[in-house]
C-alpha cells in the first residue's frame, strides 16, 4: 500500500505537475490529506533524528521534536506551497476620479531557502501603476508572504511575487524589490551577519520608463527613512 505523499506525487507526476520547493501545491491537499502527510512527515523525520544519533526517547526537549518540525513546515515555514492564492477580492478602478498614480507598498517577509531550508528574513517592496482594478492594501503583504513561506531563491521569489501581483490586479505596471538576509550566510558557510542580498523585477513602465524606474525608488528610500529596516 503506497503511502499518501506517494500517491500524490504519482499523481502530479501523471498531470505532469511540477513539484519543487517554490511551486504551490494546494490544488492536490486538503485539510485531511494534510494531516496524514504530516504523520508521514513526522515518521520521516524521526528517522532523520535517529540518524543524527539524538535520543528522542530519553532527550526530553528532543520528545516530539519530529512531529514539531513537520507541523511547522506544514503550517508555517513552507505553508504557502499548501495552502490556496489568498483571496484578494478587485475593486474596480474605472469611475472618473479612479487613481492614477503609483503605489507602493513594504512588506515584511520571511521565508527559506531552498538550498539549505534555512531562514530568509526581509522586505519586499511591491511598485503598481493601478490599472482597471484595485485590491486592498493589505493583500500585497498577505500575497507576497504567501510567495515567500515556501522554499525559494532571492531571484525566483521577486518573479513570483511579482506574477502573482499582476494576476491578481490585471496591471501590467509592476516592480518588486526585495532586501533580505540569509541565514544560510549567516549561521553556516561564509558566517557573514551583516550580508544583505538585493533583488529586483521589474514590469511594463518600470522597466521601459526612465521615469517610473526613478519614481520607485524614490518612494522606496522614502520608505526606508520613515521605517528603516
Ligand atoms: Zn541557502
Request: proline share 3%; with cysteine.
Amino acid at each position: 500500500m503506497k503511502k499518501l505523499h506517494e500517491q500524490i506525487r504519482d499523481e502530479m507526476i501523471q498531470n505532469n505537475k511540477r513539484y519543487w520547493a517554490g511551486d504551490n501545491v494546494s490544488e492536490y491537499i486538503t485539510e485531511d490529506k494534510k494531516n496524514i502527510l504530516i504523520d508521514e512527515a513526522t515518521e520521516a523525520f524521526e528517522g532523520v533524528l535517529d540518524a543524527l544519533l539524538i535520543d528522542r526517547f530519553n532527550d526530553p526537549n528532543s520528545h516530539g521534536t519530529a512531529r514539531r518540525l513537520a507541523k511547522m513546515y506544514f503550517n508555517e515555514i513552507m505553508a504557502g506551497r499548501y495552502d490556496p492564492a489568498p483571496n484578494a477580492t478587485a475593486f474596480p478602478n474605472d469611475s472618473q476620479d479612479r487613481y492614477e498614480g503609483m503605489l507602493v507598498v513594504r512588506s515584511e517577509l520571511r521565508s527559506m531557502c531552498s538550498h539549505h531550508h534555512q531562514p530568509v528574513s526581509g522586505v519586499a517592496y511591491i511598485g503598481i501603476i493601478a490599472a482597471e482594478k484595485l485590491i486592498g492594501l493589505s493583500k500585497y503583504t498577505r500575497i507576497a508572504q504567501w510567495c515567500a513561506r515556501r522554499g525559494t531563491l532571492q531571484e525566483e521569489l521577486a518573479n513570483d511575487i511579482a506574477r502573482e501581483i499582476q494576476k491578481a490586479t490585471g496591471a501590467k505596471d509592476v516592480g518588486v524589490y526585495i532586501q533580505a538576509i540569509h541565514g544560510c550566510c549567516e549561521n553556516r558557510g561564509i558566517m557573514a551577519h551583516s550580508s544583505l542580498t538585493q533583488t529586483t523585477v521589474l514590469k511594463g513602465a518600470f522597466a521601459d520608463d526612465a521615469g517610473t524606474k526613478k519614481e520607485f525608488f524614490d518612494n522606496i528610500k522614502l520608505q526606508q527613512e520613515f521605517a528603516p529596516r
